[in-house]
């Protein structure tokens, strides 16, 4: 009889805890969004340079956080970011995962990237790297990445 008190107090403790657990993740629709607004966002790269669509996706006190560097904020801090890159320098990302909130808010994507450009000498190089992207959702339901990472990797197998 006392075992069965001691399992009946067990319960009633942790019952209320698992009730309360932290919500699932925004829905599949959800995630399926963010993750074309990222890939959208590279290929947006690709058509009008790698600088204004990082502005132009940029939420307004969006950070970049590049690797060896400090942090960069706003939009004069991302086109200066990218100044001093290559004209002819390409910039190409593909999401590998996305996830969103259960409030719908806000999420966050990661994959891997690709940069080519040229050396001082001219000739081709390319470098490799994974990223996540925190985003958040505006007011007008749009996406826009409100922090970026990026650090460089091998090539990939």
Known sequence: MMRMRSIALALSLLLPRMTCAQPPGGSEADRAALFAVDAEFSAAAQKIGIAEAFVRYADPEATMLPPGENAV?????????????????????????????????????????????????GKPVVRYGKYCSVWKKQKDGSWKWAVDVGTPSPPPK
């Open 73 to 121: 904020t706003g939009a004069g801090g991302i086109r200066a970011q990218f100044a001093g890159m290559p004209a002819a320098a390409t910039l190409a990302w593909k999401p590998v995962k996305a996830e969103v909130a259960a409030s719908g808010d806000l999420g966050y994507t990661l994959g891997t990237y690709e940069m080519r450009s040229t050396d001082a000498e």
